[in-house]
């Protein structure tokens, strides 16, 4: 039978399935094991369940012994797995595309609302209690942006994108968006292509990223392309936080040179720079993206169903290599 490590907690439902069918070692403390230790551990193992916790590199694929063959991710993004050395090594590496769409689209409206309406701070008021020590002023008081009619540029139109779009659309907004490649007519529904992002940018009241952590899109809001937005713009993230330059998103929310941000991701997670967290104008959450009930389980199923494929010869549900 073969030996699978399952790296952190997945959905009960999913690790009960698994454990039918193979020898399963979990993690039942849950906590993130550190890169050393996997290094040590990884050998005893045929498969393995990964998440975007886990320190996948270099290191670890130059310390196999042959015994691993399939690193199957909960996740959509594999930006901690070294797909390189992988490959180099002929080990399979697998995600879970698509199941998370709605959600992590559910999560880029929450973020557009709530940075536009101050939500943060509407919230914390009421929470500590200063509410009534504020003047019901009518045109001062959390007044914030409108989000109906404006426009949303999205940079990466892909599933994700597409589907933040469709939902933006409920609300009246306008779609723009750059992408390495335009869409057919059909995949665009009525957004506008946009070739050169810096052409984009100065168009966008609302600007959201939906592209995968790699070395193009590296800082792709930056000082440079940060000052080619609207002073009333918004900023959105829930791709990686890579994608944004902390020292130039920091710059523009403290001097106005933007109206908000929205961001549920961050660069070296869990510890972002706490700059943000002192911001009224940025709205953040603990990469939430794709948490809910629905779709973790449907994550970690298909993590699980990978492995089961590989290991019956069965062709493989979302094969990155
Ligand atoms: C993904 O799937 O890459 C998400 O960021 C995990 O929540």
């Not at 042959?66 to 199957?72: E, H, P, R, T």
């Not at 966008?204 to 000082?223: G, Q, R």
């Not at 991701?265 to 939430?288: A, G, M, Q, S």
């Not at 449907?298 to 993590?303: D, K, P, R, T, V």
Request: charged share 25%.
């Amino acid at each position: 039978m073969p030996k699978i490590l399952v790296s952190r907690k997945i959905s009960d439902l999913a690790e009960e399935k698994l454990k039918k069918e193979f020898d399963v070692k979990l993690n039942l403390k849950d906590e993130p094991i550190p890169e050393s230790e996997l290094i040590k551990i990884i050998n005893e193992y045929d498969g393995m369940i990964s998440t975007g916790f886990d320190k996948i590199g270099i290191n670890f694929f130059n310390n196999l012994n042959g015994k691993l063959k399939i690193v199957a991710q909960v996740g959509v993004g594999y930006d901690n797995i070294s797909i390189k050395a992988a490959e180099q090594k002929k080990i399979k590496v697998t995600n879970t595309p698509n199941v998370l769409n709605e959600a992590v689209a559910e999560t880029t409206i929450l973020l557009i609302l709530a940075a536009s309406r101050r939500v943060g701070e509407a919230y914390n008021l009421v929470r500590s209690d200063n509410w009534k020590n504020q003047k019901p002023d009518l045109t001062k008081f959390m007044i914030g942006n409108s989000v109906t009619g404006k426009t949303l540029g999205i940079i990466g139109m892909g599933r994700i994108g597409r589907i933040a779009a469709k939902s933006a659309k409920a609300f009246g907004m306008k779609i723009i968006y750059y992408n390495r490649n335009k869409l057919s007519e059909d995949l665009e529904d009525g957004a506008r292509y946009y070739s050169d992002l810096n052409s984009m940018l100065p168009e966008c009241d609302f600007v959201s990223i939906h592209t995968p952590a790699t070395p193009e899109t590296k800082h792709i809001l930056n000082a440079s392309t940060i000052s080619l937005l609207p002073r009333h713009s918004v900023v959105i993230n829930t791709s990686r936080g890579s994608t944004i330059d902390d020292d130039a998103l920091i710059d523009a929310l403290e001097n106005k040179k933007i109206y908000a941000a929205g961001l549920d991701v961050f660069n070296n997670e869990p510890n972002l720079d706490k700059r943000y967290t002192k911001l009224d104008n940025c709205f953040v959450l603990p990469h939430i993206g794709s948490a809910t009930h629905e779709t973790r389980l449907a994550m970690s199923m298909m993590a699980v169903d990978n492995i089961y494929c590989f290991f019956n010869n069965k062709p493989l549900i979302s094969e990155v290599i």
